[in-house]
């Protein structure tokens, strides 16, 4: 049981609020997660809900674990059936559940970390051919081997630096058309006629 008599005059405010949409602002160190633990409690004693029908969403799983805890020691048994968890650990489970509901084909899909997007945009990048292999100049006329050798090195090194920042400018492009949902001919609606963004297009299309 929660002793709703520890509870300040603004959390009592917030957990005892009626049914329906209701901000509160807080602070660090306001005692958020006492009040979010003493509201799902209250929940469950004065209203007409089932744990199941209850969803606590955080963001960290640190947050997720100490309301967890709170909450079961709060009501008992009922918070097991609570949803409780992150905003990416619930919308993952929500995707996994009702895959079709959200564009996708089936459930069995995998998430990627930023390291594996990268090297994946890298691959695109590739197969799209925008950038093309890097290919050594050809010898000057007089040039000596060393010479040659440090001209190959600097004109390598320009490539890559380039082919680094047309990633970079495609990692902050194309996840953005993603996220609103563009197909290629909306992004190409969507985008200058500027030529990096014609390349970004191509490697939009194989990503």
Do not use: C
């Amino acid at each position: 049981m929660v002793d709703f008599n520890r509870l300040d005059e603004d959390q009592l405010k917030a957990v005892t609020a009626p049914d329906g949409v209701i901000t509160v602002l807080a602070g660090a160190g306001t005692g958020k997660t006492t009040t979010l633990q003493a509201r799902v409690a209250y929940i469950l004693e004065n209203m007409d809900v089932q744990p199941w029908e209850i969803m606590t969403v955080t963001f960290t799983n640190k947050s997720a674990r100490e309301i967890g805890e709170r909450v079961e020691k709060a009501v008992g048994e009922p918070a097991k059936k609570i949803r409780m968890g992150t905003f990416h650990s619930l919308s993952l489970r929500i995707l996994r559940k009702y895959p079709e509901a959200s564009g996708l084909q089936s459930a069995r899909f995998t998430i990627l970390d930023d390291d594996e997007m990268k090297k994946l945009f890298e691959i695109a990048v590739d197969e799209s051919g925008v950038l093309g292999d890097f290919k050594e100049p050809a010898v000057p006329e007089g040039m000596s081997k060393e010479a040659y050798k440090s001209l190959v090195k600097v004109e390598r090194k320009e490539f890559d630096a380039n082919r680094k920042a047309f990633i970079k400018e495609a990692l902050q492009e194309i996840p953005r058309w993603k996220e609103n949902g563009l197909h290629i001919s909306e992004a190409m609606k969507s985008t200058s006629t500027d030529p990096m963004h014609t390349d970004l297009l191509k490697v939009y299309e194989e990503y």
